[in-house]
């Protein structure tokens, strides 16, 4: 390959529209270039890329006995609507209707569509299967950001694998928990497995691969003495052991003027972990309290994960003051003091506690003495706190760290959810009918690229791994209108092709600098420069892009020791 034939429009100041160092740098080298927010062209270096990540990643499913297969993008609403998800999904969901008036959505992902292909199984015996494919899929992002991180339009390799029973869909998910392990692992990315909540999807549960990074839109919570990883929308920690007093013998009130914040109610010695922080959400049009201590935040995920919620919104302060006659700030959930039932989920931190300090649904007044089993009917116990940095790990005791991530994988125990609802059925081993186990599990091809750019850059540019990269070498004509030299490169660069290294020559009539900047900012692995000072040496000099230092190799010896480098 030429590079004065390719299209390589590199930019020589960053782009302003760029948010992360990733998209900077995608934009600034000439990979992709922005068509409208979410929406991206991949130009020829990066089409390059993406085919080498696709390729690694088709031959790790293929190493577990995956078979590819090609799914349609668009999909008629009657498989989502026997799942559920037809609402569920919201405004993510690209929805339309064709000329007939049937309704049809964008593939945001593909469990009802495989569910509906894996309606021929008939029988066990052709269990296990393990299926999947890199398709376009469409999410209508409400903040598209970070270049390829997040974009509604968006390759993903979704593979599904259909099981007998529990056991089995164990086996697989371990194979794919392994596959995927490899994966990362090859395209250079540090991927923390992690516990992770399975949202939308359903199932039994779920693993996250997560990426650590500034730039990332997750938090992960993590033991660095014993490994122990959760995104924090999952995460839990042990908490000291409380130790109240006995209390009174029935709730007390007693005037708080002007008190709207747990700060505020410490100054009637209620340390706020004696407190109950009374929240007020509406879960799926009800009004429902959501109980936590005073110094514990609520992760809303948790929220949903516990209560099944599909719509989910904290209440305003004019629902609030309708319903209990209070502002926030002064409310509470205990039985007497409640204008009417409502709905109660509380945290876990707060079982069995007494003594404790809430608002008395009265403005300027709060209650002590409050005994949380005794005063309050709390009709769901969960864990709904957030875990913050600095507490106790659950496997060991040690202090948690909290960072940054980009999730690049996710996998699924979707259980029998999606074969109940499309009708996949087979014969046990009985003869009795019984509906399929599923998995899911999911790789963002474009998000993978920017996470390896993320993770692998300099002030001057991109560093890809040689796995992904889009050449392994690049030679550079130092002088392209000296003739000798020019011929001395095309002989390195015939020699470098005939040996079966991915290589491009800049043949461009540049100077040695611009060409040397763009190599670096594409951030191709190695750099082959022929010029007059070495020609007249009988060298060339090579240089690594990982770091920057540069050898000498006589021009006969070229290809022996590139290939050298490359196998090492």
């Not at 013998?249 to 109950?276: C, K, M, N, S």
């Not at 009374?278 to 209560?307: I, M, S």
């Not at 999730?407 to 125990?413: A, L, N, P, R, S």
């Amino acid at each position: 390959m030429r590079w004065s034939q390719m299209f390589v429009p590199t930019l020589r100041d960053d782009p302003a529209e760029a948010d992360a160092p990733s998209h900077r740098l995608l934009l600034r080298a000439g990979y992709v270039r922005q068509l409208t927010a979410g929406h991206y062209s991949l130009l020829p270096l990066a089409v390059r890329v993406r085919s080498k990540i696709i390729g690694i990643v088709r031959d790790e499913m293929d190493a577990i006995g995956a078979q590819e297969m090609l799914l349609p993008a668009l999909h008629p609403a009657e498989p989502w609507q026997r799942s559920g998800r037809w609402d569920l999904m919201g405004q993510e969901m690209f929805r339309l209707r064709d000329r007939r008036g049937a309704d049809h959505a964008l593939g945001m992902t593909h469990e009802e569509i495989f569910a509906t292909v894996a309606r021929e199984l008939n029988s066990y015996r052709q269990l296990p299967q393990q299926w999947y494919q890199f398709q376009t899929k469409f999410r209508d992002e409400p903040r598209p950001k970070g270049g390829l991180m997040r974009t509604r339009e968006f390759t993903m390799k979704d593979a599904y694998s259909f099981d007998v029973d529990g056991p089995g869909l164990d086996a697989s998910f371990d194979a794919y928990h392994g596959a995927y392990t490899r994966i990362f692992a090859r395209l250079g990315l540090p991927a923390l497995a992690c516990e992770a909540s399975s949202g939308t999807m359903g199932g039994s549960g779920s693993t996250e691969f997560m990426c650590p990074s500034d730039v990332g839109e997750d938090l992960v919570v993590h033991c660095p003495a014993c490994g122990y990883a959760a995104n924090i929308e999952r995460a839990t920690s042990v908490l000291p052991a409380a130790s109240d007093g006995p209390g009174l013998a029935a709730p007390e009130r007693f005037d708080t003027p002007g008190v709207r914040t747990i700060e505020d109610l410490r100054a009637y010695d209620a340390p706020a972990d004696r407190q109950i922080k009374t929240l007020v959400y509406v879960l799926d049009g009800t009004l429902t309290l959501v109980l936590l201590r005073g110094d514990h935040p609520l992760n809303e995920q948790k929220l949903v994960d516990a209560t099944g919620a599909t719509e989910i919104r904290a209440a305003d302060a004019a629902e609030i003051q309708d319903a209990v006659g209070a502002l926030p700030g002064s409310l509470g959930a205990v039985d007497a003091f409640l204008p009417s039932p409502f709905p109660v989920i509380a945290d876990e931190a707060l079982r069995d506690r007494r003594d404790m300090f809430t608002g008395a649904n009265t403005d300027d007044v709060h209650l002590r003495g409050v005994d949380v089993a005794r005063d309050i009917d709390v009709g769901k116990w969960a864990d709904l706190r957030e875990v913050r940095a600095g507490q106790r790990c659950v496997r060991c005791g040690e202090r948690l760290e909290i960072q940054r991530a980009i999730e690049v994988g996710h996998i699924f125990k979707l259980g029998d959810r999606y074969s109940r609802a499309l009708g996949v059925e087979v014969l046990d081993p009985d003869g009795r009918r019984t509906p399929v186990i599923m998995g899911s599990y999911g790789i963002g091809v474009e998000r993978a690229m920017a996470a390896i750019v993320e993770t692998h850059n300099d002030d001057r540019g991109i560093v890809w791994p040689l796995s992904v990269a889009p050449f392994q070498v690049a030679v550079v004509v130092a002088q392209s209108d000296d003739a000798e030299v020019a011929k001395a490169a095309e002989d390195v660069y015939s020699g470098l092709s005939a040996a079966g290294v991915e290589v491009v020559i800049d043949d461009r009539p540049e100077r040695a600098g611009v060409k040397f900047r763009d190599v670096e900012l594409t951030g191709i692995p190695f750099r082959v420069t022929v010029g007059r000072r070495g020609l007249a040496e009988g060298a060339a000099e090579l240089t690594a892009r990982a770091t920057g230092e540069t050898e000498k190799a006589p021009l006969d010896a070229v290809v022996t020791r590139v290939r050298s480098l490359l196998d090492g």
